[in-house]
């Protein structure tokens, strides 16, 4: 059998390299018993392509480089869309693979899925069904593609079998398997546990001039870069003004900053006064164990990221998600989950972040979130006739 997976940025990486072991360790085990060995290909579109946004986290989770890397860089949406499409044309047509497998909702997702589709080849998507219901949001238009056109439905949460049922997609195409990021949270949980907050902080810096006074279990991390939350000077200079003059007031910031984000701040001018406010330390955007060892004893997050929610549900550190809607809800609080929707509404932002400041670590574990689900995934491509 030979697979393509096919990523492109950040948030697939964490995804694919739990994937890559399985399959490892199927082909060790096929040496042994003399069964056909699976031919996995890793092609990389090239969408994130600084060290610190792909490579960083390639070494740190031990992804073998990609065998293939388009290229693609940055652009419209369209066109990384389409110029990922015509090189993806070339390579399944070369390859002829029995599967292509994709991961998540970006937009080497989509890509994938159509150009595969219009192949013939099989389509296998690990992490279906999710749904914020917003189609101003990029990532939804992603998913509702590619869940239309995948034969393989790999699911991370009985909500989202749910979704795909009420889109009309056949019982026969879908599987709950768990939340394959978790797998990789729990094979790198030891290692990120060692590490030392202070030392992540001055290494990691924009601005090395501040004397670090942080300690564990007393610092909020904040990861900002939806075009929502980042595109809008308005709306980026009133959370810019919140977190400066309020949240750093009562503790030490971490802000990890997406490059989207950085070049929304210059752009707005919002730049040069962030990075003197004494008690926030804006760093680089961080590997997989920095942020994972942050997130673990943090007091507070506040993020727009969709695998910092499930992060912090598992590790229970209680969490501010600026967004309105949520493809996630089993990481809310109604759900059992350590996040609540706050959209960008300084007010609810205020009164969230307040009250969410008198709760404790409550670690949450959704059903099959159990570091077991590339090999359930593995098991269901190979069931798949
Ligand atoms: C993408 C994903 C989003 C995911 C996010 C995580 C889509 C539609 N969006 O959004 O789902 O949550 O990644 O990071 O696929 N840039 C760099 N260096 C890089 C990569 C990007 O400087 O390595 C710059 C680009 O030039 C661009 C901006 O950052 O101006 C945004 O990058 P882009 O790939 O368009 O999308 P993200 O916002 O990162």
Redo the contacts with the bound molecule.
């Keep these: 059998m030979k697979i393509i997976s096919v990523v ?4 697939n990486f964490m995804k694919v390299a739990p994937f890559i072991s399985e399959i490892n360790r199927y082909n060790l085990e096929s040496l042994k018993t003399n069964r056909e060995q699976i031919k996995h290909i890793l092609v990389h579109t090239g ?4 060290d610190l ?2 490579k960083k986290f390639f070494d740190d989770l031990e992804i073998p480089e990609a065998d293939i890397n388009l290229g693609i860089g ?1 652009g419209s ?1 369209s066109e ?1 869309v389409g110029n990922s499409m015509i090189e993806l044309e070339k390579v399944f047509e070369k390859e002829k693979p029995d599967w292509v497998i994709i991961y998540g ?4 997702t989509l890509a994938a899925s159509v150009t595969a589709k219009k192949l013939h080849i099989k389509v296998c998507h690990i992490e279906a069904g999710l749904r914020s219901g917003d189609l101003k949001m ?2 939804e238009i ?1 998913r509702l593609v590619t869940d239309r056109l995948s034969d393989l439905l790999l699911t991370p949460d009985l909500l989202s079998v749910e979704n795909l049922k009420k889109e009309g997609i056949p019982d026969s195409s879908i599987r709950f398997v768990g939340n394959i990021m978790i797998d990789t949270l729990e094979n790198n949980r030891a290692k990120s546990d060692r590490l030392d907050i202070k030392q992540i902080i001055k290494f990691n810096m924009i601005s090395n001039l501040k004397e670090v006074t942080i300690s564990k279990n007393d610092y909020a991390v904040i990861t900002l ?1 939806r ?1 929502s939350n980042v595109d809008d000077k308005e709306i980026l200079t009133s959370l810019v003004s919140f977190i400066s003059t309020e949240v750093s007031e009562v503790l030490p910031v971490i802000w990890t900053i ?3 984000t950085e ?1 929304q701040l210059k752009l707005f001018n919002l730049w040069e006064k962030l990075i003197q406010v004494t008690n926030i330390f804006l760093v680089n955007p961080l590997g997989y164990h920095d942020m994972l060892k942050l997130n673990m004893h943090a007091k507070i997050m506040l993020t727009d ?2 695998g910092l929610q499930e992060e912090c549900t598992v590790l229970g550190t209680p969490c501010l998600t600026m967004r309105w809607n949520t493809e996630r809800p089993v990481t809310l609080r109604e759900y059992g989950g350590a996040s609540v929707l706050v959209g960008n509404n300084i007010d609810r932002i205020r009164k969230e972040f307040f009250n969410t400041l008198k709760e404790s670590r409550k670690p949450e574990r959704p059903a099959l979130w159990d570091g077991k689900t590339a090999g359930r995934c593995l098991e269901e491509i190979l069931k798949y006739c």
């Excluded at 492109?8 to 948030?11: F, L, S, T």
């Excluded at 969408?47 to 600084?50: E, G, I, L």
């Excluded at 909702?105 to 080497?108: C, E, G, I, L």
């Design positions: 492109g940025a950040r948030p969408q994130h392509y600084d946004m792909s940055s949406h990384q909702d970006v937009n080497a990029p990532e992603n870069h075009p997406h490059p989207r070049k990221s969709g």
